[in-house]
Every structure is written in structure tokens, then in C-alpha cells.
């Protein structure tokens, strides 16, 4: 079977823990990994851990080693990347989605401050990619984003997969609803972005509305 780069259970088969390492590395670290398979990546790790008649068979603690690992030298690495030019390459990326990106995690970063932001990014596809280095091009001090971006990164990297090993052990057999929870991991990391995408259509929507009134008024 070809190797697909998009497909979780291709790293997990290929290179095992040490895909969970590269996938974080360059999802959280390269703008180049933002199509990567962070979240579902992780949750199969986790299942695939638990004893059962899985194809492959990975090691907890290797695991949850390579992903802490994975996710917090990712983004330390993008942050440093971000301190050295990363906005002038942000901006002149013309992929549609890191642009969606950035725009999300600039709002992000206004909306929260810092410490919230860099903690919920962890949690939210492609924002998690360019926050990084946008942190660094921003010039947030390097102890805060440290300190955040660990707490994030544990949480995020060692809690998605320890939830895929619970649910591994307590459900029998598991693995063969596999791609159906994989795709509901995807709708749920994406549900965010699909929000924030409705609802600035609606704002959109409205403020013709909005300035059709006021332009009445004047009128009147």
C-alpha cells in the first residue's frame, strides 16, 4: 500500500512512534505541515497502544514521548522562525487556508491575550501551524510563549492520545469503527474554523443591513 501523508494509520504503520514525533514536529513547527494529521494522529496512536488484534502495535510510553516531544520542539522551533521573519512569510503565502489561518490566530491572539491564545491554538487545525510564528514575528517574550506553549502542547499532544488509549481499553474491538472516529475527530478539530467561517458571513450579511439604516436616518 502507497504511503499517504494525509492518512494517520500511513505514519503509525510506516514509522510508528517516531511518525507521532515528525507529524507534530512539522504540523506545529513548518508552515509546510499544516495539512498534516495532528488530532487523529495522536487518537490512533492512543488506540493503537492497547492490547488488542491491531495490525500494529505501538508503545505507550513511546508514544506519549514522541508526541510531548514532537509538539513542544515544533513549536519553539516555529516561534524561533517567526523571530526571524516569519510575518514577511506569512504574508506572502497565497495558500488560502494558511491565510484563513492567520487571520483566525491574529483574532485569536487580540481576542484572548497571550497565554489563552497559545493554549487554545494547540487545539485548533492550521492555527496551531502559523500561531507559532506569528507569536515569535509579534515579538512575544520568549518566557511567555514558552511557558504557554508548554502547557498547551502537553495538554493537547498527551491528552488526545491518552483519550484514544482509554477509549481503546474500554471498548472491545474497537479498531474496526477506526475510520468513522477518525472522521468525526476531524469534523470536531475543524468545528471552529466552521463557526468562525458562519459567523463572519452572518456579520457580513448584516452590515449592508446596518449601513442601509444609517443611511436612512441621515435622510430622514
Avoid at 485548533?124 to 504557554?148: D, H, K, Q, S
Wanted: aromatic share 8%; with cysteine; proline share 5%.
Amino acid at each position: 500500500m502507497a504511503f499517504n501523508p494525509l492518512d494517520s494509520t500511513s505514519w503509525l504503520s510506516s514509522l510508528g512512534a517516531l511518525g507521532v514525533f515528525l507529524v507534530l514536529f512539522a504540523e506545529t513547527g513548518l508552515l509546510i505541515g499544516f495539512f498534516l494529521p495532528g488530532d487523529s494522529l495522536l487518537f490512533t496512536a492512543g488506540l493503537l497502544c492497547t492490547a488488542g488484534t491491531h495490525a500494529v502495535h505501538l508503545s505507550l510510553p513511546a508514544v506519549l514521548l514522541a508526541a510531548a516531544a514532537g509538539a513542544l520542539l515544533g513549536a519553539q522551533t516555529g516561534f524561533w522562525l517567526g523571530q526571524r521573519g516569519g510575518r514577511v512569510l506569512l504574508a506572502r503565502s497565497k495558500n488560502r487556508h494558511l491565510r484563513a489561518g492567520v487571520e483566525r490566530a491574529e483574532e485569536i491572539l487580540e481576542r484572548y491575550g497571550y497565554g489563552k491564545a497559545i493554549v487554545l491554538a494547540r487545539f485548533i487545525p492550521v492555527v496551531r501551524t502559523v500561531l507559532n510564528p506569528m507569536a515569535g514575528a509579534l515579538e512575544v517574550p520568549t518566557r511567555v510563549f514558552t511557558l504557554w506553549q508548554v502547557v498547551g502542547g502537553l495538554v493537547w499532544s498527551l491528552g488526545v492520545t491518552l483519550a484514544g488509549y482509554g477509549l481503546g481499553s474500554s471498548i472491545p474491538s474497537i479498531d474496526k469503527y477506526l475510520l468513522p472516529i477518525i472522521a468525526v475527530i476531524v469534523l470536531v478539530s475543524l468545528s471552529p474554523l466552521a463557526i468562525e467561517l458562519l459567523r463572519r458571513r452572518r456579520a457580513g450579511a448584516s452590515e449592508p443591513v446596518s449601513h442601509a439604516r444609517h443611511a436612512a436616518s441621515e435622510d430622514s
